[in-house]
Protein backbone atom coordinates (compact mmCIF):
# COMPACT_ATOMS: atom_id res chain seq x y z
CA UNK A 1 0.00 0.00 0.00
CA UNK A 2 1.44 3.57 -0.86
CA UNK A 3 2.29 5.35 1.99
CA UNK A 4 0.33 9.02 2.91
CA UNK A 5 2.45 11.89 1.99
CA UNK A 6 3.43 15.45 4.07
CA UNK A 7 0.39 15.74 5.90
CA UNK A 8 2.43 18.54 8.52
CA UNK A 9 0.62 21.74 7.24
CA UNK A 10 -2.78 20.12 8.79
CA UNK A 11 -0.75 19.62 12.29
CA UNK A 12 -2.49 21.18 14.54
CA UNK A 13 -5.21 22.79 12.46
CA UNK A 14 -8.85 21.95 13.73
CA UNK A 15 -11.19 21.03 10.29
CA UNK A 16 -14.25 21.33 9.96
CA UNK A 17 -16.34 19.02 7.15
CA UNK A 18 -19.34 20.76 6.03
CA UNK A 19 -21.60 18.23 4.71
CA UNK A 20 -21.63 14.57 5.02
CA UNK A 21 -22.62 13.67 1.86
CA UNK A 22 -20.72 11.44 -0.55
CA UNK A 23 -17.32 13.14 -0.57
CA UNK A 24 -17.75 14.43 2.84
CA UNK A 25 -18.47 11.46 4.48
CA UNK A 26 -15.68 9.73 2.41
CA UNK A 27 -12.93 12.87 3.15
CA UNK A 28 -13.54 12.90 6.55
CA UNK A 29 -13.24 9.02 6.90
CA UNK A 30 -10.27 9.10 4.97
CA UNK A 31 -8.19 12.02 6.93
CA UNK A 32 -8.84 10.39 10.35
CA UNK A 33 -7.32 7.17 9.25
CA UNK A 34 -4.28 9.36 7.56
CA UNK A 35 -3.71 10.48 11.13
CA UNK A 36 -5.61 13.65 11.25
CA UNK A 37 -7.41 13.85 14.44
CA UNK A 38 -9.18 17.32 15.52
CA UNK A 39 -12.37 16.96 13.08
CA UNK A 40 -15.90 18.17 13.33
CA UNK A 41 -18.19 17.70 11.36
CA UNK A 42 -20.81 20.50 10.04
CA UNK A 43 -24.45 19.61 9.23
CA UNK A 44 -28.01 21.40 8.56
CA UNK A 45 -30.34 21.63 11.47
CA UNK A 46 -32.48 18.53 11.28
CA UNK A 47 -29.84 16.71 8.77
CA UNK A 48 -30.83 13.21 8.41
CA UNK A 49 -26.57 12.45 8.64
CA UNK A 50 -26.31 13.58 12.06
CA UNK A 51 -26.74 10.20 13.06
CA UNK A 52 -24.37 8.72 10.39
CA UNK A 53 -22.04 10.98 11.47
CA UNK A 54 -21.92 9.89 15.07
CA UNK A 55 -21.87 6.26 14.15
CA UNK A 56 -18.62 6.84 12.42
CA UNK A 57 -17.33 8.35 15.54
CA UNK A 58 -17.31 11.83 14.49
CA UNK A 59 -18.55 14.83 16.86
CA UNK A 60 -21.54 16.26 14.53
CA UNK A 61 -22.89 19.78 14.86
CA UNK A 62 -24.57 22.49 13.34
CA UNK A 63 -22.66 24.34 10.40
CA UNK A 64 -22.22 27.29 12.38
CA UNK A 65 -21.21 26.04 15.47
CA UNK A 66 -18.16 23.89 13.11
CA UNK A 67 -17.54 27.24 11.29
CA UNK A 68 -16.45 28.79 14.71
CA UNK A 69 -13.72 26.85 16.21
CA UNK A 70 -12.43 25.31 13.14
CA UNK A 71 -8.99 26.75 11.30
CA UNK A 72 -9.95 25.07 8.37
CA UNK A 73 -13.55 24.76 6.89
CA UNK A 74 -14.21 21.93 3.64
CA UNK A 75 -17.11 22.58 2.56
CA UNK A 76 -18.72 19.51 0.83
CA UNK A 77 -22.35 20.57 1.08
CA UNK A 78 -23.96 20.60 -2.44
CA UNK A 79 -23.27 23.09 -4.62
CA UNK A 80 -26.78 24.70 -4.87
CA UNK A 81 -26.58 25.27 -0.88
CA UNK A 82 -23.25 27.08 -0.92
CA UNK A 83 -24.41 30.42 -1.08
CA UNK A 84 -26.75 30.07 1.63
CA UNK A 85 -23.80 28.27 3.82
CA UNK A 86 -21.75 30.67 3.63
CA UNK A 87 -23.75 34.02 4.09
CA UNK A 88 -26.01 32.00 7.13
CA UNK A 89 -23.41 29.96 8.80
CA UNK A 90 -19.71 30.67 8.13
CA UNK A 91 -18.99 34.41 7.49
CA UNK A 92 -21.11 35.16 10.82
CA UNK A 93 -19.05 32.88 12.82
CA UNK A 94 -15.84 32.36 11.38
CA UNK A 95 -12.34 33.29 12.84
CA UNK A 96 -10.25 36.00 10.80
CA UNK A 97 -7.76 33.30 9.11
CA UNK A 98 -10.00 30.57 8.79
CA UNK A 99 -9.24 28.65 5.61
CA UNK A 100 -11.75 27.69 2.92
CA UNK A 101 -11.42 24.25 0.74
CA UNK A 102 -13.77 23.73 -2.20
CA UNK A 103 -13.87 20.27 -3.73
CA UNK A 104 -15.33 22.14 -7.23
CA UNK A 105 -14.52 25.41 -8.78
CA UNK A 106 -18.20 26.31 -9.08
CA UNK A 107 -18.82 28.28 -6.26
CA UNK A 108 -15.86 30.66 -6.66
CA UNK A 109 -16.46 30.35 -10.06
CA UNK A 110 -19.29 31.91 -10.29
CA UNK A 111 -19.60 34.13 -6.91
CA UNK A 112 -22.06 31.91 -5.06
CA UNK A 113 -19.35 32.68 -2.49
CA UNK A 114 -17.37 35.47 -1.79
CA UNK A 115 -14.93 35.09 0.96
CA UNK A 116 -13.46 38.28 2.84
CA UNK A 117 -9.78 38.75 1.82
CA UNK A 118 -8.12 37.03 5.17
CA UNK A 119 -9.25 33.45 3.77
CA UNK A 120 -6.84 31.09 1.84
CA UNK A 121 -9.05 30.15 -0.64
CA UNK A 122 -8.29 26.74 -1.66
CA UNK A 123 -9.43 24.29 -4.02
CA UNK A 124 -8.37 20.48 -3.46
CA UNK A 125 -10.62 18.32 -5.83
CA UNK A 126 -10.46 14.88 -5.83
CA UNK A 127 -11.49 13.97 -9.63
CA UNK A 128 -14.37 11.92 -9.58
CA UNK A 129 -17.33 10.51 -6.91
CA UNK A 130 -17.75 10.73 -3.26
CA UNK A 131 -18.53 7.32 -2.46
CA UNK A 132 -14.89 6.26 -4.90
CA UNK A 133 -12.63 8.26 -3.11
CA UNK A 134 -13.65 6.04 0.33
CA UNK A 135 -13.38 2.81 -1.30
CA UNK A 136 -10.16 4.14 -3.83
CA UNK A 137 -8.47 4.73 -0.14
CA UNK A 138 -9.39 1.30 1.63
CA UNK A 139 -8.21 -0.47 -1.37
CA UNK A 140 -4.68 1.52 -0.73
CA UNK A 141 -4.94 4.28 -3.89
CA UNK A 142 -6.94 7.27 -3.95
CA UNK A 143 -8.78 9.46 -6.82
CA UNK A 144 -6.97 11.76 -8.97
CA UNK A 145 -6.97 15.50 -7.25
CA UNK A 146 -6.10 18.60 -8.66
CA UNK A 147 -5.21 21.79 -6.42
CA UNK A 148 -5.57 25.73 -6.75
CA UNK A 149 -5.21 28.53 -5.25
CA UNK A 150 -7.59 31.78 -5.08
CA UNK A 151 -6.61 33.86 -2.14
CA UNK A 152 -3.57 33.44 -0.16
CA UNK A 153 -3.14 35.35 2.80
CA UNK A 154 -1.33 33.30 4.70
CA UNK A 155 1.41 32.50 1.98
CA UNK A 156 0.36 28.51 3.04
CA UNK A 157 -2.43 27.75 0.63
CA UNK A 158 -0.88 25.89 -1.44
CA UNK A 159 0.86 23.49 1.61
CA UNK A 160 -2.59 23.06 3.29
CA UNK A 161 -4.20 21.97 -0.36
CA UNK A 162 -1.64 19.66 -1.22
CA UNK A 163 -1.25 17.99 2.38
CA UNK A 164 -5.33 17.79 2.72
CA UNK A 165 -5.17 15.91 -0.80
CA UNK A 166 -2.57 13.55 0.24
CA UNK A 167 -4.50 12.95 3.62
CA UNK A 168 -7.42 11.99 1.52
CA UNK A 169 -5.72 9.57 -0.48
CA UNK A 170 -4.64 11.44 -3.99
CA UNK A 171 -1.44 11.40 -3.30
CA UNK A 172 -1.08 7.83 -3.80
CA UNK A 173 -2.02 8.52 -7.31
CA UNK A 174 -1.43 11.99 -8.48
CA UNK A 175 -1.78 15.26 -7.72
CA UNK A 176 -1.49 18.29 -9.99
CA UNK A 177 -2.34 22.01 -9.98
CA UNK A 178 -5.01 23.53 -11.84
CA UNK A 179 -7.40 26.68 -11.93
CA UNK A 180 -10.91 27.41 -10.08
CA UNK A 181 -11.52 28.32 -13.20
CA UNK A 182 -10.35 25.91 -15.47
CA UNK A 183 -11.93 23.24 -13.06
CA UNK A 184 -15.28 24.28 -12.49
CA UNK A 185 -15.94 24.94 -16.69
CA UNK A 186 -13.81 20.94 -17.47
CA UNK A 187 -15.69 19.34 -14.83
CA UNK A 188 -19.15 20.67 -15.71
CA UNK A 189 -18.73 20.16 -19.89
CA UNK A 190 -17.37 16.86 -18.53
CA UNK A 191 -20.11 15.70 -17.25
CA UNK A 192 -23.06 17.40 -19.31
CA UNK A 193 -20.83 16.21 -22.46
CA UNK A 194 -20.21 13.16 -21.79
CA UNK A 195 -20.36 11.45 -18.09
CA UNK A 196 -23.66 12.08 -17.69
CA UNK A 197 -25.67 13.80 -20.41
CA UNK A 198 -24.25 12.67 -22.84
CA UNK A 199 -23.48 9.01 -21.91
CA UNK A 200 -27.20 8.99 -21.23
CA UNK A 201 -28.72 11.08 -24.29
CA UNK A 202 -26.69 7.85 -26.30
CA UNK A 203 -27.65 5.26 -24.05
CA UNK A 204 -31.57 5.94 -24.05
CA UNK A 205 -31.93 7.20 -27.56
CA UNK A 206 -30.08 3.91 -29.18
CA UNK A 207 -31.99 1.58 -26.34
CA UNK A 208 -34.83 3.22 -27.92
CA UNK A 209 -33.85 3.08 -31.47
CA UNK A 210 -33.42 -0.61 -31.20
CA UNK A 211 -36.76 -1.41 -29.72
CA UNK A 212 -38.74 0.63 -32.13
CA UNK A 213 -37.30 -1.53 -34.23
CA UNK A 214 -38.54 -4.48 -32.47
CA UNK A 215 -35.73 -5.56 -30.25
CA UNK A 216 -36.52 -6.83 -27.26
CA UNK A 217 -36.03 -4.58 -24.65
CA UNK A 218 -33.90 -6.62 -22.35
CA UNK A 219 -31.65 -7.38 -25.23
CA UNK A 220 -31.52 -3.72 -26.08
CA UNK A 221 -30.57 -2.71 -22.52
CA UNK A 222 -27.85 -5.42 -22.31
CA UNK A 223 -26.36 -3.68 -25.61
CA UNK A 224 -26.91 -0.23 -24.71
CA UNK A 225 -26.91 0.32 -21.17
CA UNK A 226 -25.89 -2.47 -19.16
CA UNK A 227 -22.47 -3.35 -21.08
CA UNK A 228 -21.24 0.30 -20.31
CA UNK A 229 -19.23 -0.61 -17.67
CA UNK A 230 -17.02 -2.72 -18.65
CA UNK A 231 -16.01 -0.84 -21.62
CA UNK A 232 -15.58 1.95 -18.62
CA UNK A 233 -13.11 0.19 -16.98
CA UNK A 234 -11.15 -1.13 -19.89
CA UNK A 235 -10.91 2.52 -21.24
CA UNK A 236 -9.88 4.25 -17.53
CA UNK A 237 -6.89 1.46 -16.85
CA UNK A 238 -5.95 1.37 -20.92
CA UNK A 239 -6.83 4.62 -22.02
CA UNK A 240 -9.08 4.31 -25.55
CA UNK A 241 -6.48 2.69 -27.70
CA UNK A 242 -6.09 0.18 -24.88
CA UNK A 243 -9.91 -0.35 -24.96
CA UNK A 244 -9.85 -1.08 -28.85
CA UNK A 245 -7.23 -3.71 -28.45
CA UNK A 246 -9.33 -5.14 -26.03
CA UNK A 247 -12.59 -5.50 -28.14
CA UNK A 248 -13.02 -7.40 -31.19
CA UNK A 249 -12.18 -6.09 -34.51
CA UNK A 250 -15.83 -6.28 -35.43
CA UNK A 251 -16.74 -4.08 -32.58
CA UNK A 252 -13.83 -1.40 -33.71
CA UNK A 253 -13.97 -1.55 -37.25
CA UNK A 254 -18.02 -0.45 -36.98
CA UNK A 255 -16.96 2.11 -34.15
CA UNK A 256 -14.08 4.04 -36.10
CA UNK A 257 -17.19 4.07 -38.93
CA UNK A 258 -19.23 6.03 -36.19
CA UNK A 259 -16.73 8.12 -34.37
CA UNK A 260 -16.20 11.60 -36.65
CA UNK A 261 -20.78 10.89 -37.69
CA UNK A 262 -21.19 11.22 -34.15
CA UNK A 263 -18.94 13.81 -33.21
CA UNK A 264 -19.57 16.32 -35.99
CA UNK A 265 -23.75 15.57 -34.90
CA UNK A 266 -22.75 16.37 -31.38
CA UNK A 267 -20.88 19.40 -32.34
CA UNK A 268 -23.06 22.37 -32.28
CA UNK A 269 -24.53 21.25 -29.22
CA UNK A 270 -21.12 20.82 -27.48
CA UNK A 271 -20.47 24.48 -28.48
CA UNK A 272 -23.64 25.38 -26.46
CA UNK A 273 -23.10 23.62 -23.59
CA UNK A 274 -19.68 25.35 -23.34
CA UNK A 275 -20.85 28.72 -24.16
CA UNK A 276 -23.48 28.35 -21.46
CA UNK A 277 -21.18 26.84 -19.05
CA UNK A 278 -18.37 29.84 -19.65
CA UNK A 279 -21.08 32.54 -19.71
CA UNK A 280 -22.67 31.35 -16.18
CA UNK A 281 -25.92 30.95 -17.98
CA UNK A 282 -25.73 27.67 -16.90
CA UNK A 283 -24.77 28.35 -13.32
CA UNK A 284 -28.07 31.18 -13.48
CA UNK A 285 -30.17 28.80 -14.57
CA UNK A 286 -29.52 25.71 -12.09
CA UNK A 287 -29.08 28.86 -9.12
CA UNK A 288 -33.08 29.60 -9.86
CA UNK A 289 -34.23 26.06 -10.43
CA UNK A 290 -32.62 25.73 -6.52
CA UNK A 291 -34.56 28.62 -5.49
CA UNK A 292 -37.60 27.77 -6.87
CA UNK A 293 -37.51 24.69 -5.29
CA UNK A 294 -36.30 22.56 -8.31
CA UNK A 295 -39.84 21.39 -9.99
CA UNK A 296 -38.06 20.99 -13.01
CA UNK A 297 -36.12 18.75 -11.45
CA UNK A 298 -39.05 16.85 -9.85
CA UNK A 299 -40.49 16.37 -13.15
CA UNK A 300 -37.46 15.13 -14.84
CA UNK A 301 -36.80 12.47 -12.00
CA UNK A 302 -40.58 11.29 -11.88
CA UNK A 303 -40.63 11.23 -15.87
CA UNK A 304 -37.15 8.96 -15.93
CA UNK A 305 -38.50 6.66 -13.32
CA UNK A 306 -41.48 5.90 -15.19
CA UNK A 307 -39.42 5.66 -19.06
CA UNK A 308 -38.66 2.01 -20.45
CA UNK A 309 -35.30 1.99 -20.02
CA UNK A 310 -35.42 1.87 -16.18
CA UNK A 311 -38.77 -1.11 -16.79
CA UNK A 312 -35.86 -3.12 -18.61
CA UNK A 313 -32.90 -2.40 -16.01
CA UNK A 314 -35.41 -3.41 -13.12
CA UNK A 315 -36.59 -6.53 -15.18
CA UNK A 316 -32.65 -7.30 -16.47
CA UNK A 317 -31.70 -6.57 -12.81
CA UNK A 318 -34.55 -8.61 -11.40
CA UNK A 319 -33.35 -11.49 -13.00
CA UNK A 320 -29.79 -12.01 -12.84
CA UNK A 321 -28.38 -14.92 -10.09
CA UNK A 322 -25.65 -12.61 -9.21
CA UNK A 323 -25.17 -8.53 -9.80
CA UNK A 324 -22.48 -7.86 -12.56
N1 LIG B 1 -14.23 17.57 -8.22
C1 LIG B 1 -15.01 16.56 -8.49
O1 LIG B 1 -14.75 15.74 -9.36
C2 LIG B 1 -16.28 16.40 -7.70
C3 LIG B 1 -17.08 15.28 -7.89
C4 LIG B 1 -18.26 15.16 -7.16
C5 LIG B 1 -18.61 16.16 -6.25
N2 LIG B 1 -17.80 17.24 -6.08
C6 LIG B 1 -18.17 18.30 -5.14
O2 LIG B 1 -18.23 17.80 -3.81
C7 LIG B 1 -19.22 18.55 -3.09
C8 LIG B 1 -20.18 17.59 -2.41
O3 LIG B 1 -20.74 16.74 -3.38
P1 LIG B 1 -21.35 15.31 -2.97
O4 LIG B 1 -21.35 14.48 -4.20
O5 LIG B 1 -20.67 14.80 -1.75
O6 LIG B 1 -22.84 15.72 -2.58
P2 LIG B 1 -23.94 14.87 -1.79
O7 LIG B 1 -23.53 13.45 -1.65
O8 LIG B 1 -25.24 15.20 -2.44
O9 LIG B 1 -23.91 15.49 -0.30
C9 LIG B 1 -24.37 16.76 -0.11
C10 LIG B 1 -24.28 17.12 1.35
O10 LIG B 1 -24.66 18.50 1.39
C11 LIG B 1 -25.49 18.68 2.48
N3 LIG B 1 -26.39 19.83 2.27
C12 LIG B 1 -27.28 20.01 1.27
N4 LIG B 1 -27.92 21.18 1.47
C13 LIG B 1 -27.41 21.73 2.61
C14 LIG B 1 -27.67 22.91 3.33
N5 LIG B 1 -28.55 23.79 2.89
N6 LIG B 1 -26.95 23.14 4.45
C15 LIG B 1 -26.04 22.26 4.89
N7 LIG B 1 -25.74 21.10 4.23
C16 LIG B 1 -26.43 20.85 3.12
C17 LIG B 1 -26.30 17.40 2.57
O11 LIG B 1 -26.80 17.39 3.86
P3 LIG B 1 -27.81 16.28 4.46
O12 LIG B 1 -26.89 15.14 4.78
O13 LIG B 1 -28.33 17.00 5.65
O14 LIG B 1 -28.81 15.98 3.40
C18 LIG B 1 -25.23 16.37 2.28
O15 LIG B 1 -24.57 16.00 3.46
C19 LIG B 1 -19.86 19.51 -4.08
O16 LIG B 1 -19.21 20.75 -4.00
C20 LIG B 1 -19.55 18.85 -5.42
O17 LIG B 1 -19.50 19.74 -6.52
C21 LIG B 1 -16.65 17.37 -6.78
Not at 73 to 101: C, F, K, M, T
Not at 215 to 233: F, N, Q, T
Not at 262 to 269: D, I, R, Y
Request: hydrophobic letters at 40%.
Amino acid sequence: MTPIGDLSALDGRRIAIVGYGNHGRSHALNLRDSGIGNIVIGLRAGSPSMETAKADGFEAVTVAKAAARADIVSILAADEAHASIWADDIAPNRPRGQALIFCHGYSIRYGLVEPSEDADVILAAAKGPGGAVRTEYEKGGGLIGYWAVHQNPSGEAEAIAKAYLEGIGSGRVGIFETSFEEEAVSDLFGEQAVLVGGMVALAKASFERLTAAGVSPRMAYIDCVHELKYLADLIQARGIEGMYEAISDTAEFGARLTEPNLAKAVGPEFECLLSNIRSGDFARDWNAEHAAGAPRMAQWREAGRAEPVETAGRELRSRLKKRT
